[in-house]
């Protein structure tokens, strides 16, 4: 199911088509136009998770491939689906990703961290520091999208502290403002999330692993993972 009675995989990817999915035309000649929903990440383990995810809604063949990115050392993992309907719905209640969705406070407690996660797999991070504690990562959420603030309540309804929301320079002029805000591990940890890309649980793992040295609780934050915003 989809929308306000939907279960925790519609959950998931409604988080990722806030984040880095995305709803696009496709045409072919002598064919109906097409509305496809695509995500392209360096996270082959993102990408199954998202074909898995989107496997529970839809009977569409879902296309998954890999392919060289041009002065990168990863490759990209391109999925595509062509469900007319879910598109439609992603893209209606979403009023185009400039909202989250209401019926989203109604859902129970697990489909509210499914949805957590899908956005954190998108645009969260989890990056190191010199903390003098030695627990040395730090994990965070950066968008520059308008509704960061009910992202913030939604986190806090399940238990997941986060600090002072900051706002940074556009990149360029006519660029949107980027918002970002820190979110406190073990509030994470406590309160049953989990990523399903390895690479970001698995700092969480290690931060988790790690004994703080308690002869020093100050660290230095570097700035966060760059975030571009350009307007849609």
Same mark, same amino acid.
């Given at each position: 199911?989809?929308?306000?009675?939907?279960?925790?995989?519609?959950?998931?990817?409604?988080?990722?088509?806030?984040?880095?999915?995305?709803?696009?035309?496709?045409?072919?000649?002598?064919?109906?136009?097409?509305?496809?929903? /695509?995500?392209?990440?360096?996270?082959?383990?993102?990408?199954?998770?998202?074909?898995?995810?989107?496997?529970?809604?839809?009977?569409?063949?879902?296309?998954?491939?890999?392919?060289?990115?041009?002065?990168?050392?990863?490759?990209?993992?391109?999925?595509?689906?062509?469900?007319?309907?879910?598109?439609?719905?992603?893209?209606?209640?979403?009023?185009?990703?400039?909202?989250?969705?209401?019926?989203?406070?109604? $859902?129970?407690?697990?489909?509210?961290?499914?949805?957590?996660? !899908?956005?954190?797999?998108?645009?969260?991070?989890?990056?190191?520091?010199?903390?003098?504690?030695?627990?040395?990562?730090?994990?965070?959420?950066?968008?520059?999208?308008?509704?960061?603030?009910?992202?913030? /309540?939604?986190?806090?309804?399940?238990?997941?502290?986060? !600090?002072?929301?900051?706002?940074?320079?556009?990149?360029?002029?006519?660029?949107?403002?980027?918002? /970002?805000?820190?979110?406190?591990?073990?509030?994470?940890?406590?309160?049953?999330?989990?990523?399903?890309?390895?690479?970001?649980?698995?700092?969480?793992?290690? $931060?988790?692993?790690?004994?703080?040295?308690? /002869? !020093?609780?100050?660290?230095?934050?570097?700035?966060?993972?760059?975030?571009?915003?350009?307007?849609?």
């Amino acid at each position: 199911m989809i929308g306000k009675d939907a279960g925790k995989s519609f959950a998931y990817i409604l988080g990722v088509y806030l984040g880095d999915g995305a709803v696009t035309k496709w045409n072919a000649p002598g064919k109906t136009e097409r509305l496809m929903f /695509r995500l392209n990440t360096i996270d082959q383990d993102f990408a199954e998770a998202t074909k898995a995810a989107l496997q529970e809604l839809s009977d569409y063949t879902i296309s998954l491939s890999c392919h060289a990115v041009a002065k990168s050392k990863k490759p990209n993992f391109a999925l595509a689906l062509g469900d007319r309907q879910l598109c439609e719905r992603l893209i209606a209640e979403t009023d185009k990703k400039r909202i989250i969705p209401p019926y989203v406070w109604d $859902w129970t407690r697990e489909n509210k961290l499914a949805f957590i996660v !899908g956005l954190m797999d998108s645009e969260g991070y989890v990056a190191s520091n010199s903390n003098h504690t030695g627990r040395r990562f730090y994990m965070g959420f950066k968008s520059c999208d308008l509704w960061v603030p009910d992202f913030v /309540r939604l986190l806090q309804s399940v238990g997941i502290q986060v !600090g002072k929301i900051g706002v940074e320079k556009p990149r360029f002029s006519g660029y949107k403002t980027p918002v /970002r805000f820190a979110i406190k591990m073990q509030s994470w940890i406590d309160s049953g999330a989990r990523f399903n890309i390895a690479r970001k649980q698995g700092r969480v793992d290690e $931060w988790a692993a790690t004994v703080p040295d308690p /002869r !020093g609780y100050r660290f230095r934050v570097k700035l966060t993972p760059e975030t571009t915003c350009t307007d849609p």
